[in-house]
């Protein structure tokens, strides 16, 4: 397949000198006076769209960064995650399926070490009181938009 684009490499030293602006009151260049004739020739286009689909790449340094490639998956959850072979609602086969995972004997440490993980995350929304009115002296206000079923 053939590259469309070009990467442009540039160290700092080859940018050039660096640019000093001064400040000047406004200065009349050129002054084009309308053509009244021309006028007929003007079309009003009153939508413009144009597109850009690859721009041109200055480096500041000469290492590029190579692109990750990315993947999306998403498991779908009814009952926990199970393999693909073992259907979710057949009590029979999560049954025996669960009996050969308890089993193995890795299955109490690996347990072990969840726990322990998942105390920790529980234990830290112990220090917020869910049933406390945090904001009792607020004025309700009306609403916006009116609420609806649809």
Same mark, same amino acid.
């Given at each position: #397949? #053939?590259? @469309?684009?070009?990467?442009?490499?540039? !160290?700092?030293?080859?940018?050039? *000198?660096?640019? @000093?602006?001064?400040?000047? /009151?406004?200065?009349?260049? &050129?002054?084009? *006076? $309308?053509?009244?004739?021309? #006028?007929?020739?003007? *079309?009003?286009?009153?939508?413009?769209?144009?597109?850009?689909?690859?721009?041109?790449? +200055?480096?500041?340094?000469?290492? %590029?960064?190579?692109?990750?490639?990315?993947?999306?998956? /998403?498991?779908?959850?009814? &009952?926990?995650?199970?393999? *693909?072979?073992?259907? $979710?609602?057949?009590?029979?086969? !999560?049954? =025996?399926? =669960? =009996?050969?995972?308890?089993?193995?004997?890795?299955?109490?440490?690996?347990?072990?070490?969840?726990? %322990? %993980? #998942?105390?920790?995350?529980?234990?830290?929304? /112990?220090?917020?009181?869910?049933?406390?009115?945090?904001?009792?002296?607020?004025?309700?206000? &009306?609403?916006?938009?009116? =609420?609806? +079923?649809?």
């Amino acid at each position: #397949m #053939m590259e @469309i684009k070009q990467v442009f490499l540039k !160290t700092r030293a080859e940018f050039g *000198k660096q640019c @000093i602006f001064n400040f000047y /009151g406004p200065h009349m260049d &050129e002054e084009i *006076k $309308p053509n009244p004739d021309e #006028m007929t020739n003007y *079309k009003v286009r009153t939508h413009c769209n144009a597109g850009v689909q690859n721009t041109k790449q +200055l480096a500041l340094h000469e290492a %590029q960064t190579v692109g990750a490639e990315t993947k999306s998956s /998403g498991m779908f959850h009814f &009952e926990g995650g199970w393999p *693909k072979e073992i259907n $979710p609602r057949d009590e029979e086969t !999560t049954a =025996r399926f =669960r =009996r050969r995972i308890e089993k193995d004997e890795d299955w109490a440490p690996k347990l072990r070490n969840l726990f %322990q %993980q #998942m105390e920790r995350n529980i234990l830290q929304n /112990g220090a917020l009181n869910i049933y406390q009115h945090y904001f009792d002296d607020m004025v309700p206000t &009306e609403l916006v938009k009116p =609420r609806s +079923l649809r």
